[in-house]
């Protein structure tokens, strides 16, 4: 009986442990379904009434980014850039066709023939347009191959067009081109660098080391870590130098960072005739020797004047450095502002094309201009078929030689690699989209990646798209605003010393525009007397000198389709007799404008004119609203800037194209671009001579039309410019804006305005109705403000309107 109740009491602790442990297990899945529950109304709250895509979170978000950078399509777009494997088959064509007799990029391509670079080639507009729009066959892809020919007779560079990708079975010369083009126009390679900067850094060293020690406290081999350098040129054009020679000036900097602010007065001029090297002239302390041998003669006769300088000592007080200074503003530590997507992106990026809200269009970056886009479309309605940069210059003024002749078009330095990536949370938000890009050189065995050669994301400007705010019931009290957000697609390169953001931007109304920025280092200039009247003294040893920034664009506008007129409305003063006034025969004077039909090219290259401002408009002659207005697109330029030099002097005949402020041509496949890489050593013959463009003088009255724009600033640097210029003030864009296009602004259909109006219509008191059309006023887990103002306004509806 005893071990029967022992057994009992047991089995009743059993029972009683079980029930505590099932009662534990439904508390606990209760406990998971509210948290469950919850979270699933807290994620509906934040969505209420959105269209936006789910957000991310960040390892999703990394993921999509990393798939879509290191994916090509099999089938690419027709506009996206060559892919790795149309590369190989072109390589595979080219290398075996035994005409060429090609080197590979590893061999030495002395007196050889190798491919300088390959890239796209876009098919004519119309098959283009045909496929687009009209369902037809999609165009055969098609690469455009620079081959350097060294090792003919007579050595030329080909052109050619290799096609059909990605497995090529022929090829042929490009329409535009001639067939040869003169070996003598080719850009420098890194051959011709690398022998170049050798030849003279030895050369100076043997035979003038011991003058270098003395001028400068550093000599150019064997120096440790007090070197002087070779590391920046500038070409002498034929027209300059009077000789259709390659002729080099070699500058002589300090090297350390950054090099180009701690330049030495000591330049050469070197000539390179078909690989064999002769300096002809040196320049030191503001004076031309006809050899290094005749300075050194003056030298060793103590014949020289001459202040010493000593090398930089290089730490992070050092001017030309970027190191941190040491005061840092007050609540520098808290760090920078930034912006999150609170809903996910509301952009699209797939194989180089964008879809954001009524936005669509596809970019590539090419290697010899630079950014382009592509088939540009607000609400389905193409705007341009094509938007790209063509042409960066930079021209120069000095006393010294080597400034006074550095004229740089830097389509030589090839601007598409020039992109060299760009940094996250610096030169884009963290949360951008970032795509590579590849390219094809000399140098190239596969096909180089420049990782975040773009970038993509969509920005608050912290500016209202619009807004009015009738406070009183006289004015029938409302207030109604839209934040301005905008995409930005962004590249940015960097070319020798300088650096230069493009944007494309695109608004909610329509609105576009296309900016560029440039940045970096000034090309510093030895400090001398005589540098005054072209530089501003910047530091102990350097002036600024002062230059001008020049940046050409191609705008292959279809508004309302290809065929397009340009017209300007002429704005002038109009006075006629006031008989309104007590005073005999009083007149009164007003603004107007009148409609200017450009008939032809030549009628179409504008030259700015602040006494007759203008509008520029681009229009179908049959697409009118209802009122008879013509449907039109208007071109603002911000940065229209005067050449100053006189037409046809030195390298002027290069930018012949920064003539005109803009000019409309008819659109012709055989004038795809308005310079060349070629642009530097051409200037006798140009390849491309924009002049033809206009001077055939055709009528541009319904025809497919593309505006050329050029636009620039002048440049004095100042103290300010140290280290760095910095992107303030230095902007410059033009920009796209519907003009009778819509019937009103497109924006007026956005979901992220903001309305507030009384209850009842003009009755204050009633309390104030606030319109979000379903957006949250905040996310709490993110808010980070005290601001209660839409709390303060349901009990005081004073703080808004007034009876």
């Given at each position: ?40 109304e ?109 090792d ?28 040869s ?23 100076v ?17 064997d ?25 080099i ?96 992106q509301r ?98 065995l ?36 839209m ?8 590249t ?63 705008v ?132 491309v001579?924009?002049?033809s ?21 002048h440049?004095?640097p ?76 349901k009990?005081?509806y ?6």
């Open positions: 009986m005893a071990k029967g109740g022992l057994k009992s009491s047991s089995l009743n602790r059993y029972l009683i442990l079980l029930i505590v442990l099932l009662v534990i297990v439904i508390l606990a899945l209760i406990t998971a379904l509210v948290v469950v529950i919850n979270k699933s807290e994620t509906s709250s934040q969505n209420m009434q959105s269209t936006a895509s789910p957000q991310l979170n960040s390892q999703q978000f990394a993921r999509e980014k990393q798939i879509f950078q290191n994916n090509e399509p099999n089938d690419p777009p027709i506009f996206f850039d060559l892919t790795k494997s149309e590369v190989k088959g072109i390589q595979k064509y080219l290398y075996e066709e035994s005409d060429l007799r090609l080197v590979r990029p590893t061999d030495n391509k002395t007196n050889a023939s190798y491919v300088f670079t390959m890239e796209l080639y876009l098919p004519n507009k119309t098959d283009v347009l045909n496929f687009l729009d009209d369902n037809g066959a999609k165009p055969a892809r098609l690469a455009k191959v620079i081959i350097f020919r060294g003919v007779e007579n050595p030329e560079i080909n052109e050619i067009i290799v096609e059909p990708l990605p497995n090529p079975t022929s090829h042929r010369p490009v329409p535009d081109r001639p067939e083009i003169r070996y003598f126009y080719r850009p420098m390679t890194d051959q011709d660098y690398d022998l170049a900067v050798k030849y003279v850094t030895d050369e060293d043997m035979k003038a080391g011991n003058f270098t020690q003395t001028a400068f406290g550093a000599r150019l081999k120096c440790g870590d007090t070197c002087l350098a070779f590391r920046y040129v500038s070409s002498f054009s034929p027209t300059s130098s009077g000789e259709e020679k390659r002729k000036w070699y500058w002589l900097h300090y090297f350390v960072e950054y090099y180009l602010l701690n330049p030495v007065d000591f330049s050469l001029m070197l000539t390179n005739d078909g690989g064999k090297f002769s300096i002809d002239t040196v320049w030191f302390s503001g004076q031309k020797y006809d050899s290094l041998e005749g300075l050194m003669d003056q030298f060793n006769q103590d014949k020289l004047s001459f202040n010493s300088s000593t090398f930089p000592t290089e730490d992070s007080h050092l001017f030309s450095t970027l190191h941190r200074r040491d005061k840092a503003p007050h609540h520098s530590e808290r760090r920078d502002p930034v912006q999150f997507y609170p809903d996910g952009y699209t990026v797939k194989d180089r094309h964008i879809e954001y809200m009524d936005w669509s269009l596809d970019f590539r970056l090419s290697t010899g201009h630079g950014p382009q886009i592509y088939d540009v479309k607000f609400r389905g309605n193409r705007i341009a078929y094509e938007i790209g940069l063509q042409e960066i210059s930079v021209y120069y003024s000095g006393n010294s030689p080597q400034q006074k002749f550095s004229d740089y078009l830097d389509s030589g330095e090839l601007i598409g690699p020039s992109a060299q990536g760009l940094i996250p949370g610096v030169d884009c938000p963290e949360l951008a989209t970032f795509v590579s890009a590849f390219h094809i050189t000399e140098s190239s596969e096909p180089e990646e420049t990782i975040n050669a773009f970038c993509v994301f969509e920005w608050n400007t912290g500016e209202p798209l619009r807004r009015h705010y009738s406070k009183t019931t006289f004015e029938s009290a409302f207030y109604e605003g934040q301005k957000t905008v995409l930005i697609l962004r940015a390169m960097t070319i020798a010393n300088y650096d230069y953001l493009v944007d494309f931007r695109f608004f909610p109304n329509g609105f576009m525009e296309t900016k560029t920025i440039p940045t970096g280092f000034i090309l510093a200039n030895a400090f001398s007397e005589e540098e005054r009247q072209f530089a501003f003294q910047l530091h102990d040893q350097i002036v600024g000198n002062y230059h001008l920034h020049l940046f050409h664009f191609k292959d506008l279809d508004v309302g389709g290809r065929s397009n007129r340009y017209e300007t409305l002429d704005i002038s003063s109009y006075t006629e007799s006031n008989p309104y006034s007590t005073e005999n025969n009083a007149n009164y004077t007003q603004g107007h404008w009148t409609h200017h039909l450009r008939e032809t090219e030549s009628e179409a290259a504008y030259h700015f004119n602040f006494d007759r401002p203008k509008y520029h408009l681009f229009y179908s002659q049959n697409k009118k609203d209802k009122y008879g207005n013509h449907k039109a697109y208007r071109l603002l330029v911000h940065g229209f800037t005067k050449q100053i030099l006189p037409l046809g002097v030195n390298k002027e005949p290069s930018v012949s194209w920064a003539r005109y402020q803009t000019a409309v041509t008819r659109h012709k496949e055989t004038e795809r671009h308005s310079s060349s890489m070629y642009a530097m050593f051409d200037t006798l013959d140009p390849i001579n924009f002049t463009f206009i001077s055939d003088n055709e009528t541009i009255v319904d025809e497919d039309l593309v505006t050329w724009i050029s636009i620039g600033t440049h004095i100042h103290t300010e410019d140290l280290p760095v210029v910095t992107t303030t003030g230095m902007g410059l864009s033009f920009s796209l804006q519907p003009f009778n296009f819509f019937p009103e602004d497109p924006a007026m259909t956005s979901s992220n305005a903001v309305r507030l109006a009384p209850n009842t219509k003009n009755v204050p008191s009633s309390g104030v109705k606030v319109s979000r059309h379903g957006k949250l006023v905040n996310i709490d887990k993110c808010r980070i403000t005290n601001n209660d103002f839409y709390e303060m306004l009990n005081d004073s703080i808004v309107f007034t009876e």
